[in-house]
């Protein structure tokens, strides 16, 4: 069982927007403006998306947004594309006892 | 630009250690960043296992803290993974990564860096444990 939780599942459609929640508590996501997002294709390595709650690598599209609100984070995307169909894991600081806290992941499917 | 390669045996017995090397090329292992391990076992999700400073500084998931060594060479710029006693829910898909600790915090007046975002990971190695 992971430390933050994800929904196991979401899809939308080409160009539509859709949001995966991240919910901790305050001692990880709520507690510290270190969340991290990653996507990962099957076989592949994660990817890093989105660093310290809302930063986007250089490379990544504007498409790829996180936010946090309390102990849960978000990541949207937005203008769905095919290849955005993957799995996506949020990762937060978690002290300096656990230091590193990952959600279960979720696969986003594009219809 | 940085790039990692995780090597190691493919099949590891019970009750065994578990060993993986990352090899770190284009990139200073001396560079101030932290070099982890993360695991992913069959289907599931991601697992921090530690990470290690060329300083010495070096901190572990407390689940698996008492089997974990990492550690670094320098020299060579690899580091190393070494798990102990392992069993069947040790197998897994292994990955190296390089670790930020840019940020700061204070804690009780203390200024503290967090560790953070993975960026670049290795390409993974699977590794299973079976008798």
């Known amino acids: 069982q992971s430390a933050l939780t994800q929904p196991r599942s979401v899809s939308g459609s080409p160009g539509q927007s859709v949001t995966i929640s991240c919910t901790g508590t305050g001692s990880d996501v709520g507690g510290y403006p270190y969340v991290s997002w990653y996507q990962q294709h099957p076989g592949k390595a994660p990817k890093l998306i989105i660093f310290d709650v809302s930063d986007r690598p250089s490379g990544v599209p504007d498409r790829f947004s996180g936010s946090k609100s309390g102990n849960t984070a978000s990541l949207t995307i937005s203008g769905l594309q095919p290849e955005d169909e993957a799995n996506y894991f949020c990762c937060s600081y978690a002290g300096r006892v656990r230091f590193v806290a990952f959600g279960g992941g979720t696969k986003l499917t594009v219809l | ?131």
Do not use: M
């Not at chain 2, 190691?8 to 090899?23: A, F, M, Q, W």
């Not at chain 2, 770190?24 to 999700?45: A, C, E, F, L, M």
């Not at chain 2, 829910?89 to 503290?112: H, I, K, L, N, P």
């Open chain 2, 1 to 131: 630009q940085v790039q990692l390669q995780e090597s190691g045996p493919g099949l590891v017995r019970p009750s065994e250690t578990l060993s993986l090397t990352c090899v770190v090329s284009d990139y200073s292992i001396t560079n101030d960043y932290y070099w982890g391990w993360v695991r992913q076992s069959p289907g599931k999700g991601l697992e921090w296992i530690g990470s290690s400073h060329h300083s010495g500084n070096t901190h572990y998931n407390p689940s698996l803290k008492k089997r974990v060594i990492i550690s670094i060479d320098k020299s060579r710029s690899q580091f190393f993974l070494k798990l102990s006693s392992v069993t069947a829910s040790d197998t897994a898909v292994y990955y190296c990564a390089r670790q930020s600790d840019r940020g700061f915090y204070y804690e009780s007046g203390t200024a503290y860096h967090p560790l953070t975002w993975f960026d670049p990971w290795g390409q993974g190695t699977l590794v299973t444990v079976s008798s």
